[in-house]
T-cell receptor
Framework: EPEVTQTPSHQVTQMGQEVILRCVPI?????FYWYRQILGQKVEFLVS????????KSEIFDDQFSVERPDGSNFTLKIRSTKLEDSAMYFC?????????????FGEGSRLTVL | SQELEQSPQSLIVQEGKNLTINCTSS?????LYWYKQKYGEGLIFLMM?????EEKSHEKITAKLDEKKQQSSLHITASQPSHAGIYLCGAVLTSGTYKYIFGTGTRLKVLA
């Protein structure tokens, strides 16, 4: 069964360092998303991406964050200068249709720990 | 206030008991999704509801979207320890957008 894969599963970094989280969405999907979940809290929307551009972003997704689809398979989330409060589980998701029309398939997440 | 409120926040039930989790929005729900999350893991899709009054079932789990499309309920019949986890409702609250948000979550524990 096709699945969304994320790497790394866990990353520890120092405050101020750049981090890139990688995702391989399901191959025929067109819509891509990043979410984050701070430990014990709700799953929060960060950004949606379609047709090689950001469709929507939340207030969390500030200038420190960027997304990219560098090739036909990967979808990355970059945090330029990490802060302690960026420590969270980051989930990538993809869907064949736009939100509201079909299931979002989620990866297992990348846990980011900022020291 | 939260855009999608779930109740209860947590639930402990004895194995074999029925239970209901609610998801309420202040806005019309354009596509309502139920997911299950085990601690520290990804989200597993349970079911999607789109039409007011729609009801879907999968094994012992039934979800319904009310007529006004502002509330959904998830009902588990004869709960088992395997049902334990965090149940999340997710929805698009603005038609035509790609912002798909989640509720506050309901943590379910089933005692054997």
């Amino acid at each position: 069964e096709p699945e969304v894969t994320q790497t790394p599963s866990h990353q520890v970094t120092q405050m101020g360092q750049e981090v890139i989280l990688r995702c391989v969405p399901i191959s025929n999907h067109l819509y891509f998303y990043w979410y984050r979940q701070i430990l014990g809290q709700k799953v929060e929307f960060l950004v949606s991406f379609y047709n090689n551009e950001i469709s929507e972003k939340s207030e969390i997704f500030d200038d420190q964050f960027s997304v990219e689809r560098p090739d036909g398979s990967n979808f990355t989330l970059k945090i330029r200068s990490t802060k302690l409060e960026d420590s969270a589980m980051y989930f990538c998701a993809s869907s064949a249709g736009g939100a509201g029309t079909g299931e979002l398939f989620f990866g297992e997440g990348s846990r980011l720990t900022v020291l | 206030s939260q855009e999608l409120e779930q109740s209860p926040q947590s639930l402990i039930v004895q194995e074999g008991k029925n239970l209901t989790i609610n998801c309420t929005s202040s806005k019309t729900l354009y596509g309502l999704y139920w997911y299950k999350q085990k601690y520290g893991e990804g989200l597993i899709f349970l079911m999607m509801l789109q039409k007011g009054g729609e009801e879907k079932s999968h094994e012992k789990i039934t979800a319904k979207l009310d007529e006004k499309k502002q509330q959904s309920s998830l009902h588990i019949t004869a709960s088992q320890p395997s049902h334990a986890g965090i149940y999340l409702c997710g929805a698009v609250l603005t038609s035509g957008t790609y912002k798909y948000i989640f509720g506050t979550g309901t943590r379910l524990k089933v005692l054997a």
